[in-house]
């Protein structure tokens, strides 16, 4: 469904990615963790073609990004769905509308069916009730929950969420959780799920990939994962504080700082 | 200033210039399509006209009733008070109707413009149209900007109705000139032309701080520092432009 074959992309001359190989297959929930900074969101933004790769090839329905122009990215990303960390609702709209937005941008269907189509899928996160309120007056998980809906109303085959557990209390996340394994078993959508929360991706990821140093550096089941004895996995599955990613942002020597500071 | 670095500044300028030149391309191309949602446009006709009813009428009053006091200290000194219908007019309608409703424009619904689009940015709404496949171009940036371009003239005409009747209430009612000179020599003097210079000044002046506030906000650094820095640089720029404007349309009218 997508493939990324040894991409390469630089932000202002430091390299993200060097050489980044991944497959996301039909039908499964693929995991994509790493530690904060490791381009998580880029590899989101490279494959919804909202940025190209300096090298390498991006291949999403089969078709090369890289040769699509601005229609053909437009007609791709039809057959996709993407839940912002934020939700990223449109707060001049409310819920009901957000949720029937894109049904309206794209087709000319009748209001009756744009009603039933938004009051099931509000109806599927939960959330048919809330129809009325604007974004404003939503939860964090509430709003997650709505973006949800709206990135399933034109029926995708595949759902990227980005970020989906952060800040949400227990039971929003567990809901969170139970909709991201329901939208994949029982509207068969390919999901993509970028997070660093090791033990909330574990119970619903079919495939997991750990990012590291701008390539992959485990692949497998999350069972496989933990299982691994390279250091850079190990410390990111148990989360140990240093290992092979350092607690320290690279910095001078402390103590040669420390008195340099002393000295008028 | 060393050759290199004006020659930078220059660059920069030029650059930043051509970046919305093209901003304006794109934006004109999705005017058209942007037309099927009217209501989009009649509800930012409204947010950024109706909304600035309130400080546009009551500036348009107090620079009257300034014009109608200044004008007939000025004209009686020469014995031609009568004029002042026709001096308020023309003053008006030419100049400060379009110059300050403009201003006024920037301050109120530019910055209100930029903020609110920058801020679409910070929270990824922008992004997430993107992703949707819809052109924020058309959804977002249009119908803002053909909302202002058509509030503008709308603004600098109702700020001309009032000025006139704040010169009339200074110049007439307290002042004592009479009544019926005060309108018929205005009637008089101010042609057709006098009035077409004023909403083409308005026009334009619409074309230029709606284009510069959706710019700026959908440029704007998607942070609350880089949305700050754009609302002001919408400030700065609609009224430097604004007055250069002005200076150009005066001097090509005249």
């Known amino acids: 469904m997508v493939e990324v074959r040894d991409v390469h992309y630089a932000v202002g001359g430091r390299p993200i990615f060097a050489g980044l190989d991944l497959t996301v297959r039909r039908g499964r929930i693929t995991a994509i963790m790493g530690p904060s900074g490791t381009g998580k969101t880029t590899l989101l933004r490279l494959i919804t073609a909202q940025i190209r790769a300096s090298r390498g090839q991006v291949r999403v329905f089969g078709r090369d990004l890289a040769t699509l122009g601005g229609r053909g990215i437009y007609a791709l990303r039809q057959r996709m769905g993407m839940l912002f960390q934020n939700g990223a609702l449109l707060t001049d709209l409310d819920v009901f509308e957000n ?40 939860s964090g998980g509430m ?86 004895d390279s250091p850079a996995v190990r410390q990111f599955m148990t989360g140990s504080p240093d290992g092979p990613v350092e607690f320290h942002y690279p910095a001078p020597d402390y103590a040669a700082q420390l008195l340099a500071a002393e000295e008028p | 200033m060393t050759t290199a670095t004006r020659d930078g500044v220059l ?145 600098t005409a109702i700020f001309s109705i009032v000025g006139l009747y704040g010169a009339q209430l200074i110049g007439v009612q307290l002042m004592g000139v009479d009544r019926g000179v005060f309108w018929s020599q205005m009637q008089g003097a101010v042609g057709l032309h006098n009035i077409y210079e004023g909403v083409m000044k308005s026009v334009v002046f619409g074309v230029a701080c709606s284009l510069i506030a959706v710019h700026e906000g959908y440029h704007a650094e998607p942070t609350a520092a880089g949305v700050g820095m754009a609302t002001t640089r919408t400030v700065v720029a609609s009224s430097v432009l604004t007055l250069l404007l002005d200076y150009v349309l005066t001097a090509a009218f005249l």
């Open chain 1, 99 to 138: 949720v029937a937005f894109p049904v309206r941008e794209h087709t000319d269907l009748p209001e009756a069916l744009v009603r039933t189509l938004v009051l099931t899928k509000l109806q599927a996160v939960g959330l048919r009730g809330a129809a009325e309120l604007m974004p404003g007056e939503l």
């Open chain 1, 143 to 228: 709003a997650r929950r709505v973006a949800l809906a709206r990135a399933i109303v034109m029926d995708p085959e595949v759902l990227i969420y980005d970020e989906p557990f952060v800040g949400l209390d227990p039971i929003s996340l567990g809901v969170i959780q139970r909709l991201i394994k329901h939208m994949n078993a029982a509207l068969g959508i390919t999901s993509i799920v970028v997070s660093h929360d090791v033990q909330e991706l574990a119970t619903i990821a079919d495939d997991s990939y750990l990012l590291s140093g701008g390539r992959i550096a485990a692949a497998g089941t999350p069972a496989q994962l933990r299982a691994s």
């Open chain 2, 11 to 155: 660059l920069e300028g030029l650059r930043r210039l051509g970046a919305v030149v093209i901003f304006l391309v794109q934006l004109l191309m999705q005017c058209v399509p942007a037309l099927a949602r009217p209501r989009l446009i009649v509800y930012q006709i409204y947010n950024a006209g109706a909304r600035s009813l309130i400080i546009i009428m009551l500036s348009g009053l107090f620079v009257g009733m300034v014009l109608g006091l200044q004008g007939y200290d000025l004209l009686q000194r020469f014995g031609s008070v009568e004029a002042l219908g026709i001096a308020a007019a023309l003053g008006l309608l030419k100049e400060l109707a379009p110059v300050i409703t403009a201003l006024l424009f920037a301050g109120r619904a530019g910055t209100a413009l930029t903020s609110e689009i920058g801020l679409m940015r910070a929270t990824d709404q922008l992004t997430a149209m993107e992703i949707m496949a819809v052109n924020p171009l058309r959804y977002v940036a249009a119908p803002r900007f053909l909302g202002g371009v058509i509030a503008m003239p709308l603004l």
